[in-house]
């Protein structure tokens, strides 16, 4: 509906209507420019991406793209949000996770903005019996704790329950969840443990303490082990309704089974993804309960973490911009809670400054930018909308597959789960080698001169299951490699970068070249000659009219000076002397890893 100004102008009277089909022939003739003749529909596909899960993402979004009515926050199928008022009241809970015993670590995050804790408790991370000494000095009735226990669960959960009754904390005060997750446990660890335990938690919760749940649906494991989007989506559907069947067989009605669950699930740099992601879940769960006969029950509480497999060793400060994305994400998805991981997460225990931007990050986005101000602030966005409800259908999808292989349980247990999900990990490696998915600092404009930053050891994670793959591992080896030899050899490896011409006909490509190399730790030498470099290979840098003038006899000029090896930057043609090519799109990292092989680093 337009409304008119009061003098009844309309801004856009003396615009003529442009169709879907203009704006396509408009697009056809930018791309005929850049060599390519496609027309109509196939102008705007050359201009989608390809996402995983089967799914495209499109340059433009009309309300031609219709998607299911997404409804009300508050009501199902809860797409909007699982409470009427979402987040405006203060904002979503800022949660930080704690490893260690640090009880000054704990009370310094709730004294500046932390509003619930979630603790790793066992197995090398806090012990049960030092609860106490960790919570000493919190307000156990004003902070949520969220217990992370793996098979301790039982008895951290009993003494955490003790805790609360020797502070006096009133049973209907009592805030968190229990964490319990035993499949959680089997993804991360290839161990499963008695559910027993867990039922008599959950029933202990429901009956004594409204406000304390017993059950985690982790998806992180499935994320953190390569899988999509629609992958994680499914395997937290199939997790859920694991639990509600014992659940509902150790005597709980299914209201009761869905008030004892909190979902987590990861929140990456891919903004739009997310948001879709946790719109998606709400809406999947929803219908969960609506067919377990509780549509009213499907109101799903969602804790958020910003993702460990996107984080950087290497150049960590650029992971406060991955997380503050991330955060974002999380908010607009509609989050109920969210943790953001330190930005040195993946290089130890974090340290003090590093826990603050954590915390500020959430803090910033919610009182400053003023994000929980408007409920599902990206609904009604066609593209938003559009993927909602695709990654909805393929989460659904993936979920009735595990399904029909006997559930999570089975599908974790004869390793098929874990072969959907590497195969996911295996075409994203193919992206990340292309450097076609790139990461800034690692693949793209890394800094071969920055200082490490070096922490404390923190405890080790939880192996034996389903792998834990990071987007930098393959970049981390190679410049490992490259660290090595530099200790050993007080050098790194190098590689001379023989540009021909005037600047402009070479910068870009010298530009190119030298990011990808130094992604591998081989050190560009642009200055000198190349007998003075050091360097035993070289790349040619220049345009392709250049090349075809002096291509052949400047290889031939470095092959005579002791080059072994000669690269040049730009398609592959049939230059003689010129040993191989490197340009936008080859398989980088096999190319930096056949070229430590050569120089002999190993």
Sequence with gaps: MTVLPDDGLELAAEFPDVSHEQWQRLVAGVLRKSGKDVEGAQAEE???????????????????????????????????GSRPEG?????????????????????????????????????????????????????????????????EVEPAARELLRLYAERGV????????????????????????????????????????????????????????????????????????????ELTDAGLSVEQACAQLEFRYAATADQFLTIAKLRAARRLWARVAEACGAPQAGAQLQHVVTSPVMMTRRDPWVNMLRTTIATLAAGAGGADSVTVLPFDHELGLPDAFARRIARNTSTILIEESHLSRVIDPAGGSWYVERLTDELAHAGWEFFQRIERS??????????????????????????????????????????????????????EP????????????????????????????????????????????????????????????????????????????????????LYEEQAESVAAQLKAAGASHVFLAGRPGQYAAVDSYVFAGCDAVAVLSNTLDRMGVS
């Design 87 to 151: 987040n405006t009241a203060g904002g979503w809970d800022v949660r930080q996770r704690h490893t260690a015993a640090d009880g000054s670590a704990v009370l310094s995050d709730l004294e500046n903005g932390v509003t619930s804790v979630w603790l790793a408790v066992g197995d090398g991370n806090i012990p049960v019996s030092s609860l106490g000494r960790v919570l000493d000095g919190v307000y156990l009735d004003l902070a949520p704790v969220v217990l992370d226990a793996g098979p």
């Design 406 to 459: 006997g559930g999570l349980a089975a599908a974790l247990r004869s390793g098929r789960l874990g072969q959907d999900l590497a195969d996911t990990w295996q075409a994203r490696k193919g992206k990340l080698a292309k450097r076609r998915e790139p990461i800034t600092g690692i693949s793209e404009f890394p800094h071969l001169a920055e200082k490490p930053v070096v922490r404390q050891p923190a405890p």
């Design 462 to 545: 939880l192996s034996g299951g389903l792998p834990r793959v990071h987007r930098d591992e393959a970049y981390e080896e190679l410049r490992a490699r490259s660290d090595a030899h530099l200790a050993a050899a007080g050098s790194r490896p190098r590689v001379f970068l023989a540009t021909i011409g005037p600047a402009a006909a070479h910068t870009a490509r010298t530009t190119f070249v030298s990011n990808l190399f130094q992604a591998g730790g081989i050190e560009p030498v642009t200055e000198g000659t190349f007998r003075d470099s050091g360097a035993t290979e070289v790349c040619l840098c220049s345009s392709d009219a």
């Design 170 to 245: 009133a049973k209907d005060a009592v805030r968190g969840n229990l964490g319990a997750d035993p499949l959680g446990h089997e993804a991360r660890t290839g161990q499963s443990y008695d559910f027993a335990p867990v039922a008599g938690l959950a029933r202990l919760c429901s009956g004594e303490y409204p406000g304390l749940r017993a059950l985690t649906v982790d998806a992180l494991p499935y994320h953190e082990a390569g899988g999509s989007a629609a992958q994680e989506l499914g395997s937290s559907l199939a997790t859920g309704v694991a639990y509600l069947r």
């Design 46 to 80: 050359a201009l989608s991406t390809a996402l995983e899960d089967g799914l495209r993402t499109r340059p433009l979004y009309t309300s031609r793209d219709s998607a299911p009515e997404p409804g009300f926050p508050g009501f199902a199928p809860f797409v909007r």
